[in-house]
T-cell receptor, first 110, second 120 residues
């Protein structure tokens, strides 16, 4: 099993929709998780950190479920500009090595 | 610009040639990472440095790959005897090491724009 797994999608949603992505991880000792956004042919950029208590930033909410070993990203009121690939990251094997999922593609259409 | 920079942005080479890429991290960041990314995949870890010390190297990395960070500032990644399978985007990222300092979080990374390598 890969250390960090994501459904690659694509998720195709209309503007204004709410969409959620999950990312499962295998190492139960993992402590720090992040969501990155990557636009086509660009570098990943940090979107949100994922705290045990959850994290909300405007239309974006990130949550961590330790019991089921997954993190989630919820996007409310989707905008056309949200179209991108969303990458989840967790440390590998309790180390400081960030391991990326393959990314989930989101397409928001008018 | 105080972000991470990478040079060159694009490199086209013939199979068998050697190539070298450079990464200049954010100046106060101790950690520097190299990743490789191919289409439809997330960034794949190659190696990382804590200051000038190379602390880990991916087992997937062949002996043709070598990286240095001689003074704990910029880093270079060299690929010898390139193969067509080396064609990818090579990303560099830097991060601070402390927990919460200046708004940074543990292991939060800042990426450079990448070097796109094409091996013909």
């Amino acid at each position: 099993r890969k250390e960090v797994e994501q459904d690659p999608g694509p998720f195709n949603v209309p503007e204004g929709a709410t969409v959620a992505f999950n990312c499962t991880y295998s190492n139960s000792a993992s402590q720090s998780f992040f969501w990155y956004r990557q636009d086509c042919r660009k570098e990943p950029k940090l979107l949100m950190s994922v705290y045990s208590s959850g994290n909300e930033d405007g239309r974006f909410t990130a949550q961590l479920n330790r019991a089921s070993q997954y993190i989630s990203l919820l996007i409310r009121d989707s905008k056309l500009s949200d179209s991108a690939t969303y990458l989840c990251v967790g440390p590998r094997g309790g180390s400081y090595i960030p391991t990326f999922g393959r990314g989930t593609s989101l397409i928001v259409h008018p | 610009d105080t972000g991470v920079s990478q040079n060159p942005r694009h490199k086209i080479t013939k199979r068998g040639q050697n190539v070298t890429f450079r990464c200049d991290p954010i100046s106060e960041h101790n950690r520097l990472y190299w990743y490789r990314q191919t289409l439809g995949q997330g960034p794949e870890f190659l190696t990382y440095f804590q200051n000038e010390a190379q602390l880990e190297k991916s087992r997937l990395l062949s002996d043709r790959f070598s990286a240095e960070r001689p003074k704990g500032s910029f880093s270079t990644l060299e690929i010898q005897r390139t193969e067509q399978g080396d064609s990818a985007m090579y990303l560099c990222a830097s991060s601070p090491t402390t927990g919460t300092s200046g708004g940074f979080s543990y292991n939060e990374q800042f990426f450079g724009p990448g070097t796109r390598l094409t091996v013909l």
